[in-house]
């Protein structure tokens, strides 16, 4: 059973960082691509980052390009997401996500239409 546990967030004042970690176990990490979505209240899901861990390429959201970073520890079957110059509005549930590769999407497809296998999220929220 593919099981992804999402912790980290937390309240920060806008201009801080926070760094999230997803721990995933039931599935062969190495075969899936890992993703961070967002849901704001009131607002539709939105993907944030995502990773494919067996050849480590990146795919982000014109909206956090340049201040997140996603990176990936096979060893630890973790990803992180470290989230620097941190604003008001990236207040947010911040979820986790797993997709096989045998579906061979494109990480910007899975970033628009979401992946096969969610977590539960955490709370980011960025006081003004």
């Known amino acids: 059973e593919v099981q992804l546990q999402a912790s980290g967030g937390g309240l920060v004042q806008a201009g801080g960082s926070l760094r999230l970690s997803c721990a995933a176990s039931?599935?062969?990490?190495?075969?899936?691509?890992i993703g961070w979505f967002r849901q704001a209240p009131g607002k539709e899901r939105e993907g944030v980052s995502c990773?494919?861990?067996?050849?480590?390429?990146?795919k982000y959201a014109d909206s956090v390009d340049g201040r997140f970073t996603i990176s990936s520890d096979n060893a630890k079957n973790t990803v992180y997401l470290e989230m620097n110059d941190l604003k008001p509005e990236d207040t947010a549930v911040y979820y986790c996500?797993?997709?096989?590769?045998?579906?061979?999407?494109?990480?910007?497809?899975?970033?628009?239409?979401?992946?096969?296998?969610w977590g539960r999220g955490t709370l980011v929220t960025v006081s003004s």
């Open positions: 039931g599935f062969a990490f190495e075969d899936y691509d």
């Open positions: 990773i494919s861990t067996s050849d480590g390429v990146t």
């Open positions: 996500a797993a997709n096989s590769h045998s579906g061979d999407y494109p990480l910007d497809f899975l970033l628009t239409f979401g992946m096969d296998h």
